[in-house]
């Protein structure tokens, strides 16, 4: 061949590359932006990034670095400062909004945003959980499961059953030498939640499920793709066990009320069962499961990690530890000679221990964002989100600005001394109609935890260095492979008369 002519292939071949790339960079752009018109020239600033996989190739390579902020950054290092940006995520053309106002507008905001969670979500949540229903479900769902979850009357009844698995919990893991810190606490608060929903189940019945519940949530963030080998294949598999088993939890429950038996308490599987609305329509079968599956997911996950990262926090910053355990020694100092448990009204005279408990879970931000749908185009901040696009509500960035909380990975719970946040600064739960319905339960199970580990133990991580890792939450690498000891200092309940790296990276 002609040298004429091999320049000329080498020429087109690279003209071809250059075109291809064009087309698959601009392929959404095509596909989502045009089709709007007008209205195009006021989306937020951002890019949609390649066909079909968008930008979630950098998402997951961000949230699996060292620097998963490293994802908003790069936002911001190519179009500024403007707390709202177009993206493609998890299957849909999406805006991520990141400051205080956005995110609260678009939580508290029900005429115009509605849940998105993608569709792969609901697939393993549940079409007929909190996340996939109309509004109008949710708030009868709703009115039905917060009194019995989060009711004054239902924490007073529900603190003795978690004082006395935290205390015989703490004990055991003294003697078994290492453990998972993490996943041992994972399985303290799932039988919390299953004692709340089901009464009691087997050990190894809750064991299994739990295990199930661990595959779920690797599912949940990661990309719908349904192979062998993959996260969200695994996930399908974890859901359909576990609605397996909840069938046969809800037949046999059934079975007993048909036949009078004895029930020794009403639990939520009662409340679920007996419910109807104003035509006398009871839940189905589907209603029910889903709500289980997404309750005991739910209601589980948060208090174990955060209960973790707030030792492991403590541990690592003894001026912290010794203020909180000094407050815990001061409530039981108290207190009648008589009086051996702890009270409701004892648990919500711990004003630091709340500091500390809030600050976990501003640095930690358990949930890194929650979807919603616009219902109608949007105007916000001057930039239009379209109807049917998705909006990512991202906690990070609020929890992390440094604006709101200096030096914001440091953990520092005494920021929090004469300080009322701004509304949106502090999301923790979420906002508006859709606030976590668990979350005043969830603060008590971690409350009752940190009472007695800070009184009692101490935690001996055995890689404190090891890597963090972000999907699906925050942990250690290791699960916090760990020693729980106790302390040799003699114990306040046993005589009235006796009396680090400030970052996570």
């Not at 929890?399 to 004469?418: A, I, V, Y």
Request: net charge neutral; with cysteine.
């Amino acid at each position: 061949m002609e040298l004429g002519s091999i320049w000329v292939v080498l020429f087109c071949s690279f003209g071809a590359l250059v075109a291809l790339k064009w087309l698959l960079k601009n392929a959404n752009w095509w596909l989502h932006e045009t089709q709007l018109g007008d209205r195009q020239y006021s989306l937020p600033p951002g890019d949609l990034g390649w066909p079909f996989i968008g930008n979630m190739w950098s998402f997951l390579r961000a949230f699996k670095s060292h620097d998963p902020d490293s994802f908003i950054s790069s936002f911001v290092s190519r179009f500024g400062r403007t707390g709202i940006y177009k993206a493609f995520m998890f299957g849909s053309p999406s805006v991520i909004v990141t400051t205080p106002e956005t995110c609260r507008r678009v939580l508290t905001d029900d005429e115009c945003f509605k849940p998105g969670w993608p569709k792969s979500t609901i697939e393993l949540i549940g079409k007929k959980s909190f996340i996939g229903i109309s509004f109008e479900e949710h708030k009868r769902l709703r009115r039905l499961t917060a009194a019995p979850v989060n009711g004054n009357e239902a924490l007073s009844m529900y603190t003795k059953y978690i004082e006395e698995n935290v205390i015989a919990s703490l004990n055991k893991w003294t003697t078994m030498g290492e453990i998972e810190f993490l996943t041992e606490l994972r399985k303290l608060t799932f039988r919390i939640i299953m004692y709340i929903f089901l009464s009691s189940e087997s050990e190894p019945v809750m064991e299994a499920l739990e295990r199930e519940y661990t595959a779920l949530n690797y599912g949940v963030r990661a990309m719908a793709i349904n192979l062998p080998g993959f996260a969200y294949h695994k996930a399908l598999k974890a859901r359909k066990n576990l609605v397996a088993t909840f069938k046969s939890i809800v037949n046999e429950r059934r079975n007993q009320r048909q036949s009078c038996v004895s029930l020794k308490k009403k639990d939520m599987m009662d409340a679920l069962l007996e419910v109807e609305d104003e035509n006398g329509r009871k839940l189905t079968d589907e209603e029910i499961i889903d709500v289980l599956v997404m309750y005991l997911n739910a209601g589980h996950e948060s208090s174990g990690h955060t209960a973790m990262w707030a030792a492991i926090l403590l541990e690592q910053h003894p001026e912290f530890l010794q203020k909180a355990k000094a407050e815990q020694e001061e409530i039981v100092s108290k207190r009648p000679l008589t009086q051996t448990s702890l009270t409701l009204k004892e648990i919500r005279e711990m004003e630091y221990l709340s500091k500390v408990i809030d600050e976990a879970l501003r640095v930690i931000t358990f949930s890194l964002t929650v979807f919603r749908e616009a219902k109608t185009d949007v105007n916000i901040g001057g930039y239009t989100i379209p109807k049917g696009w998705k909006v990512l509500v991202w906690f990070r960035s609020v929890h992390l600005d440094p604006e709101t909380f200096p030096n914001p990975k440091e953990f520092n719970p005494s920021r929090w001394d004469d300080y009322t946040p701004k509304a949106g600064t502090f999301l923790p739960f979420g906002a508006g109609s859709r606030l976590c319905p668990g979350n005043d339960l969830a603060k008590l199970e971690i409350s009752i935890f940190l009472h007695y580990f800070l009184l009692h133990y101490r935690l001996e991580r055995l890689n404190p260095g090891c890597p963090v890792r972000y999907l699906p939450h925050t942990r250690p690498t290791d699960n916090c492979l760990a020693r729980v000891k106790k302390c040799h200092s003699p114990s306040i309940y046993e005589g009235k008369e006796s009396g680090s790296e400030n970052k996570l990276d």
